[in-house]
Every structure is written in structure tokens, then in C-alpha cells.
């Protein structure tokens, strides 16, 4: 099939650059006059109707860029089909050293494959598939975007097709930031443009709308069977393939952490499904067969990555029955003929479990499909080998590097998609799936995972030879914008030094612990040393740089604006970050209660400033949230800027009325019996008597558990909660706790009893702060300490408790909640980092652990 345009006419420009993405293969620009489109244009075409609609958006694309449109379409449609043989000497004498016969044979090229050639007085795309034929009209609006305010086409020859079948992106819409369909047609549409074909969707397990499970994906975004189905259809429109991925075993403490579904996993809040019970397989099926409703793809994702609780309690029988290996084997098997039977032929599964088993290896169905992620920047993959040696179809996975930090890092990202893509292209891999990460609630906005996944897939189209880096990004700067000065490169250039060059003096994924901590945390000479500042002016004025350039762009006619304003963004966020540890370090040094009164009007000043300019960063943050997700995820964000304003406000108060300095954090110390019974699953048993007057006004108490907590008051169940490490948003939102305990007290002796369950293997720790308050106005506190007593059994002695002290130290900050609105403590999202950590160490390693995380606390790495 062909498309010709035609009456092109010679201009008097003969030289231009191109900037195209991918890279085409073969490539021959010729030193001519660029053919400028003028007057009528005439179009000829073979494409069938039923395709009439891209031809459409095609010339669209193309007359109405550069301004108003001036053109006369002659379109005429031609039954007659064009013969590529014609062309083969012109081919032969623009390439002699390739051999056009045997690529017309290679699957890659009948699929997606295209040839252009433009040259006196027309240009001609010609593709044996429709795929193909979208794909160079994509190439044809590249090349006339290359050229700067002409309305011309470079004269040039292309032979193009990819290296991997398979480029794709998986995109996390799952953890708080969930899309609006607007916005994935968006990306859909975008990323065609840049040939990528596969779009998966995570976790689609947690995020449907499903007839007999409302609770699931409740209150955060889910999407319904029409909104998916449409966009299904609409991903088809441009090839590609929307694709779901399914947690069936791992994954899936968002829906656990409900108590309605706490029997389908090893215990309450598990990350896993327990294989062993029966009826997740009829809960799967029912799931399973309802998503086919919406996605309509060959392909399905059954995931089963990262299932570290499999094993530790519901199924640990069974597993140690039947062992490990097999029994993973036995249930991937279940799941995979649940997916046939729902009619996906090709079922996709993560690696990092079954790689681990030969069982697995050897005896899954050669038709499944393995796909490998690693996101570190290694040149080899010995795991990659090991699968490919079973004869088991690979497809590799690397990652934009997004997650938890407040802009994707560039080079990082760079390095693992090319290192990654081009092993797994050498060792026969099918394809390559470049992933973006929401961990920990999804705080950065999604429109910056642009550029890490269409730099995948130039790399992924290219997958055999080396990307210029450099020129890649002088070409999206051409193709994404239409800015064809290339001044604006600085823009990516200042944010790519501060990540590399550490210019922030904090990890990445550390930032948003850092700018979200409280600004007071501590009162000593080693806080202000390790708040470090150094040539934070210089960093600011490049960031004011970045915020100039974007202001710039806002006046000028190009596109995706909307990524010029998130940048603007991005570099007013790093500005504030630095700015308030200036702030922090300097006032260290500041006593509120006996300081000299100019020192008092300055950091006055230096308050209501940054508070200013956080609000103005909440209320863009809002802004530019609500323009690409649903409303749902933004409010438990939200409320980390509203405690950081709460922090200042509260240091306003503490300078204006002379009040001294304290600890911000709530004095309730971490406890624990001890840590004899680590790397099991155990009961602690905690318990601590109050003495009450009969006037209570109003009693709260805040609980973090380790792992499950059921709190008792006299006797009267209170409720329970959960506080595990997960990335995953149920978890995160919930990890905290606060009770209204009045109903359960009386006058005279009150017995607490918290009995906490350590599905981590840990040290079965917890942590209580409540408050009391009287009709008379006097505040009675609860406090964990180590006046509280311990026991593995209720019918046993009690015991002393051990003390890991008071927040920040292993949990991370913990302020005073807000009990009146019942508002839990800003947190880290490192809270139980520690005892996770605990359980997944050997035993030989605690005392060292304890003794990183003091350090950890010693230099405020975790505030």
C-alpha cells in the first residue's frame, strides 16, 4: 500500500537537519532544495476506507502545524496498487550495500516495516501493512517538522523497520495517581507517534470496577468496564496493544488489607494470595473472565513478581509439603489456563520468583512468556541467559527510574533502557517493556514519564546498535515542542546536573522524605551539619534559569505545553526544597524563646515566605494533577503540604509569644520484648493500666503496629490495624491508625491490651500516643515506654519492654496527630522499613541493621 503526495515545489533552502525518533535504519539524505508544499496539494492513495481516518489525521497533522493553513487538498483514492519493484534500482543506487529482497522477507519489515522516498517534486510511503504504512506517515511528520518555519520536506530516502517486534511502556495507575482516560489517550496517541505497541496498564486487579467486588479500587480511581473498553478501542486505532497486568499472587495488600477479603491471603494485609487455598482460583476466574470484557488483546500479564509472603503462614503446610518450587509451579499453571480459558493466547509472567526454581523453568508451558525486569545500569544479565537456555520467550523490562523522586533520573534511566534493551535484543529477547513506578502513593506528576519512554522506544526500534543520546534529546526538543532552538536544551541539561552532580546533597528517592520532614526536627550543632547546603545559590539560580526558559515558552506557539508548565513546576519544587533547608540549618542556631528581636522579625519573614510560595506550589501541584488524574489519590498528598504549613505555623506561634523550642515529634517511644523470636511469625502480647477521673471530654489514642495489631480497651475489642512496608497505596494510607477510645473507658483502673501479630519476621514492635482530655480541661497522656509490659502469651508473666526510642529514630518523624479531625501524624514512608528489613536479613545481621539505622538517625538520612 502506498501514499503519494504530490505538487510539492523546490524552495530555495537546500540544507536542514533532521530530527527524528526513532532513528530509521537506513537513511540517505540527499543535497538538494527542501520541497515546500504550497498551492494544491494532491494525494494519492491505496489505503482501504476503513483506514481513511489516519490518512485524515495524517494531513491534519501536517497542514495545520506552522501556522494558519493555506492548502488545497486534491485527495484521490486509487484501486491500482503500487509495485515496489519499480523502485528497486533507485533503491539499489541510494543502498548499495544492503540486500532489499532479504528484508522484504523479514517479519519485522512485512509487519512494520516502511519506505519513503522523497524527492524532485513528491513524496512516497509505501509499507506491505497498515502498521507499517502508520508508522512511516509518523516518519513523514517528523522530517517535515525538522525544518524550521518552513512548511517544506527534507529530500530524503528511508528504509526502516524495527529490531524488536514488541516496544512498549508499563504505566503504574495504580497507586494513588490514577489517569483519567483523557489522559491515556494522550499518552496512547503520543507515544504511536513514536512507534511504541504495547501499553500495560498496572494493576488492573485493583483498579476495575467489578460487578461483585465494589470495595476493590473503591475511592481511588477505579476505572468501569466502558471507560476501559473505549480506550481499548481507541489503542487499537494507532497499533497498539492495551494490555492489563494482573497480580495473581503478589501485590495484593491493597485488597487484603479489607477484611472481607482476609481469607484469600496468608493472613490479614498480606502481600500474597495463599496458594493454597482453592477458593482464590474461583476468585481469579470470576476477575479474570470479567476484565476480558474490556481488554480484548492476545496478550495478558499474570505478573506474580515480588510474593515474599507466600509460604509464611496460611499456605506454610502446604508449601513445605509439597516445596516451593513446585507449588509456584503448580499455581502459575492454574492461572495461566485461567487466562486461556478466557481466551488470552499469550500470558505474560515477571521473572524474579520463577527464575529462582529450575521446576518452574523446566516445566512451564513453553507458550508463556517471561518477562525480565532490572533497573540498575549492568551491561550483562546472566538471569537472561539462564531463561533463554529452558527455550522460554523473553521479553526484557528497564525502567525510567520515576518512582519516588520528584523527576524521572535521566541518565540512570539512559543507561539501564539502552544496557538492558541491547542484551536482551542479543540474546533473542522478544521485546522490550520500559516501566514507570508509582511507589509510595505516586507524589510526582505523570506527564515527565514522556521522555523515558519515548527515548525506550528509540532504543527498543534500534535495539541493535547504540542511540545518540545528545542527538535524541536535541530531537525531542524538535518533535515534542516544535522548538527548534536548541537553547532550551538547558532546560534538561540544569536537571539532569542536579541529579547527577548531587546537587541537592540527598538521594533521589530520598527528596520528598527531605521536603515533606519536619522543618524544626531537631536542636543541635550535628542537625545543622548534616543539613547540607553548599552552593545551594548556584543551584537556585540555574532553577530560576529553568523557570525563565519555560516562561519563555509559554508565550510561543508549540506543542504539549502542558510539559512546559510541569517543568516550570518541577524547578519551582527543587527551588523551595532548597530554600527551606537553608532555612532549617540556619535556625539551628535560633532560640524562639530568648532570641534578639531582629533575628525574630527575620525568620519571621523567612517563614511567611516560604509559606507563601507553598501554597503556591500546592495550588499548581492541584492544578497540574487534576489535569491528567482523577481527583481520588490527590487529597492524601495534599495533606503532607498542609502538615508542612502546620509546622511553620506552629514555630510563628512558638517566636511571636517567646515559647522555647521542642521536639516536634510525639514522645511514644517504639517498643518491643525482644528480638528472640525474629525471622518467625509470632505474638506479642502488650498491656499498660491507666487510672481515670469520670469527666472524660473526649480520649484518642494513635496506633503503629508491627505487623497486625488488635487493640483491646477493658476487655471491648477497639479495632485493629495494619502497619507494613509496602509500596502500595491501601497500605501506605492506612499504616496509622487513630481510635476514638472514650466509648471504652470508665472511671477508676483501664487495662489497654494491644495484641501484635509480626508477619515480617521482625521484632514485633509498636507504637501508642493518646490523649485524654477532660471536662475540666486537663490532658492526661499514652504514651508507650517502658513502663508498658510484654508477653508471648496472655496467660504468661508480663515481662519488661525494650525500647527502640522516640520518632525519628528507626520509624522515621512522627508529629502529634490531629485527633479533633482525625488526621494521623506525618509520616515517612519509611515507617516500617526497619522491621521489614529485620525479617529479610539473616539472623547474623541485626545488631549491625540496629546499627545502620542509628546512623541512618544520627545523619537524618530519614527524617
Not at 516518519?139 to 524550521?148: A, C, E, P, R, W
Not at 524488536?164 to 497507586?175: A, E, K, N, W
Not at 496493544?241 to 484469600?264: E, V
Not at 518452574?360 to 525480565?372: A, T
Request: hydrophobic share 35%; glycine share 4%.
Amino acid at each position: 500500500m502506498y501514499v503519494i503526495l504530490e505538487n510539492l515545489h523546490k524552495s530555495e533552502i537546500s540544507n536542514s537537519k533532521l530530527y527524528l525518533i526513532p532513528q530509521p535504519r537506513h537513511i540517505r539524505k540527499r543535497d538538494s532544495f527542501l520541497l515546500e508544499i504550497s498551492g494544491i496539494l494532491k494525494i494519492q492513495t491505496d489505503v482501504s476506507n476503513s483506514f481513511r481516518y489516519l490518512i485524515d489525521e495524517f494531513l491534519e497533522s501536517l497542514l495545520n502545524s506552522k501556522g494558519e493553513r493555506d492548502t488545497e487538498l486534491n485527495f484521490k483514492r486509487k484501486e491500482d496498487p503500487l509495485l515496489l519493484e519499480t523502485l528497486l534500482p533507485l533503491i539499489k543506487s541510494n543502498f548499495p550495500n544492503i540486500i532489499f529482497s532479504e528484508i522484504r522477507k523479514e517479519k519485522a519489515w512485512k509487519e512494520q516495516g516502511y519506505f519513503i522516498n522523497c524527492d524532485n517534486s513528491s513524496l512516497l510511503v509505501y509499507a506491505e501493512n497498515m502498521q507499517g504504512m502508520y508508522y512511516g506517515l509518523q516518519t513523514v511528520l517528523q522530517i517535515f517538522k525538522s525544518v524550521d518555519n518552513k512548511r517544506s520536506f527534507i529530500p530524503v530516502m528511508i528504509i526502516d523497520y524495527p529490531d524488536l517486534l514488541i516496544r512498549g511502556i508499563s504505566d503504574d495507575i495504580s497507586r494513588g495517581q490514577a489517569p483519567k482516560i483523557s489522559n491515556l489517550k494522550k499518552f496512547i496517541k503520543d507515544l504511536s507517534h513514536y512507534k511504541i505497541n504495547h501499553y500495560y496498564l498496572v494493576y488492573m486487579h485493583d483498579m476495575y470496577q467489578y460487578q461483585n467486588h465494589p470495595e476493590i479500587g473503591k475511592s481511588r480511581g477505579a476505572y468501569s468496564k466502558e471507560d476501559l473498553s473505549e480506550l481499548y478501542n481507541f489503542a487499537k486505532k494507532y497499533f497498539i496493544d492495551l494490555i492489563p497486568i494482573f497480580q495473581t499472587t503478589g501485590h495484593w495488600d491493597n485488597i487484603l488489607h479489607k477484611k472481607d477479603y482476609w481469607n484469600y491471603g496468608e493472613f490479614p494485609g498480606a502481600n500474597s494470595l495463599n496458594i493454597a487455598n482453592q477458593d482464590i482460583y474461583n476468585l481469579l476466574d470470576e476477575m479474570i473472565s470479567e476484565l476480558r470484557e474490556s481488554f480484548k488483546s492476545e496478550y495478558f500479564h499474570i505478573a506474580c513478581d515480588e510474593s515474599w509472603d507466600v509460604g509464611k503462614l496460611a499456605s506454610k503446610q502446604y508449601i513445605e509439603r509439597l516445596g516451593i518450587g513446585k507449588a509456584y509451579l503448580e499455581h502459575y499453571i492454574k492461572v495461566y489456563n485461567i487466562a486461556k480459558k478466557h481466551g488470552y493466547d499469550k500470558i505474560i509472567i515477571y521473572h524474579d520468583i520463577a527464575h529462582k526454581h529450575d521446576i518452574i523453568l523446566e516445566n512451564l508451558p513453553k507458550d508463556l512468556i517471561i518477562m525480565y525486569w532490572n533497573y540498575r545500569s549492568k551491561q550483562k544479565h546472566p538471569i537472561v541467559d539462564k531463561i533463554k537456555k529452558f527455550n522460554l520467550n523473553v521479553i526484557v523490562s528497564p525502567s525510567i527510574m520515576d518512582f519516588n523522586r520528584i523527576f524521572p533520573s535521566l541518565s540512570k534511566a539512559e543507561e539501564n533502557i539502552m544496557n538492558l534493551t541491547q542484551y536482551g535484543f542479543q540474546k533473542g529477547a522478544i521485546g522490550e517493556i520500559t516501566s514507570s513506578w508509582g511507589d509510595y502513593n505516586n507524589k510526582e506528576i505523570r506527564e515527565n514519564r514522556y521522555y523515558g519512554f519515548i527515548f525506550s522506544s528509540d532504543v527498543g526500534w534500534n535495539a541493535s546498535r547504540k542511540v545518540n543520546v545528545l542527538k535524541f534529546w536535541h530531537s525531542i526538543i524538535v518533535q515534542l515542542f516544535e522548538i527548534h532552538d536548541l537553547a532550551y536544551f538547558k532546560i534538561f541539561s540544569i536537571l539532569r546536573s542536579i541529579q547527577d552532580k548531587k546537587r541537592l546533597h540527598v538521594k533521589d528517592t530520598a527528596y520528598y522524605n527531605h521536603f515533606f520532614s519536619h522543618p524544626y526536627n531537631k536542636k543541635s550543632s550535628i542537625y545543622r551539619k548534616n543539613i547540607k547546603i553548599s552552593n545551594f545559590d548556584k543551584v537556585i539560580a540555574d532553577l530560576e534559569t529553568i523557570i525563565t526558559l519555560c516562561n519563555e515558552l509559554e508565550q510561543m506557539q508549540i506543542t504539549h505545553k502542558e510539559q512546559i508548565r510541569n517543568l516550570a513546576f518541577i524547578a519551582k519544587h527543587i527551588r523551595w526544597f532548597c530554600m527551606k533547608r537553608a532555612h532549617s540549618k540556619k535556625f539551628v542556631s535560633f532560640d524562639p524563646e530568648k532570641g534578639k528581636d531582629k533575628f525574630r522579625k527575620i525568620y519571621l519573614e523567612e517563614i511567611e515566605s516560604l509559606q507563601n510560595n507553598l501554597r503556591d506550589l500546592m495550588a499548581e501541584y492541584e492544578y497540574l494533577w487534576n489535569e491528567c488524574a482523577k481527583s481520588n489519590g490527590f487529597n492524601t498528598i495534599k495533606q503532607k503540604y498542609l502538615w508542612v504549613l502546620n509546622f511553620y505555623d506552629k514555630m510563628v506561634a512558638k517566636i511571636e509569644n517567646k515559647k522555647p523550642w521542642k521536639n516536634p515529634n510525639i514522645p511514644s517511644q517504639t517498643i518491643y520484648l525482644n528480638a528472640k523470636k525474629r525471622h518467625s511469625i509470632y505474638t506479642t502480647y502488650y498491656t499498660k493500666e491507666i487510672i481515670l477521673e469520670n469527666d472524660i471530654k473526649s480520649a484518642y489514642i494513635q496506633v503503629m503496629a508491627g505487623s497486625f495489631a488488635k487493640i483491646k480497651i477493658n476487655n471491648s475489642y477497639v479495632g485493629f490495624v495494619i502497619t507494613r512496608n509496602s509500596l502500595n497505596y491501601v497500605m501506605n494510607l492506612n499504616n496509622l491508625k487513630i481510635f476514638d477510645i472514650k466509648p471504652f473507658l470508665e472511671a477508676g483502673k483501664n487495662i489497654i491490651l494491644i495484641e501484635n501479630s509480626d508477619f515480617e519476621g521482625g521484632i514485633c514492635p509498636i507504637n501508642v500516643y493518646g490523649e485524654i482530655n477532660s471536662e475540666s480541661e486537663e490532658k492526661q497522656y499514652i504514651i508507650t515506654d517502658k513502663s508498658w509490659k510484654a508477653s508471648y502469651s496472655i496467660a504468661s508473666d508480663w515481662q519488661e519492654v525494650k525500647s527502640l526510642g522516640q520518632p525519628p529514630r528507626f520509624v522515621g518523624g512522627l508529629c502529634h496527630p490531629d485527633f479533633e479531625n482525625q488526621i494521623t501524624s506525618s509520616k515517612s514512608d519509611y515507617i516500617a522499613q526497619f522491621n521489614y528489613l529485620v525479617g529479610r536479613f539473616s539472623r547474623i545481621f541485626y545488631r549491625l541493621l540496629k546499627f545502620a539505622f542509628k546512623l541512618i538517625h544520627r545523619y537524618d538520612l530519614i527524617e
